[in-house]
């Protein structure tokens, strides 16, 4: 069934916004991603929009949506520090995914998202604004993981490829 969506004002973008960041934050992240597109409907490069669906997104893996999903966001955003940050955002949050998913590999595929995710961050942190260090934050996070989880080791083969998609 289709429908003819209707549009937001651009009046309403920043109550539309607060609005998306509240459904986050109660575990509606469906429901903020909608509100995020209805925003970027009405203004395609609203950055502050794109940060929410991106992480909205994130926030459903393991719920059907792929961090490919995720990293159609990141072709939008300005700048080269939010495109790594928001990069290292999605491997990490994949990682998490993996880990909950517990399945054969699941270990080593969250291992490989983990790195991948702190090289993101190291990209971010050489072009990161002063006194941000998010990036910092994020890549310690990531380190303490691994280094307090034995079991989330490499394969032991060269050739592995981190599972993209669920």
Known sequence: MEFQLKPISRESIPQALAKAER????????MAESICLD?????????QSLVVLLLA????????????????????????????????????????????????????????????????????????????DDSILRWNTCARILMRNADLRPLPHAEFEPILSE
């Not at 928001?86 to 490989?112: D, F, K, M, T």
């Open 57 to 132: 997104r994130t926030d459903q893996f393991g719920s059907g949506v792929s961090p490919e999903r995720a990293r159609e966001v990141l072709q939008k955003m300005v700048g080269e520090y939010d495109r790594a940050y928001y990069a290292g955002i999605i491997w990490e949050r994949a990682a998490h995914a993996q880990l909950r998913r517990s399945g054969l590999g699941s270990n080593s595929s969250a291992y490989h998202a983990f790195r991948e995710a702190m090289a993101c961050y190291e990209k971010a942190q050489a072009v990161r604004p002063a006194g941000n």
């Open 39 to 47: 925003i970027l409907a009405a203004e395609p490069t609203h950055q």
């Open 23 to 30: 459904y986050r934050l109660l575990n509606e992240p469906d």
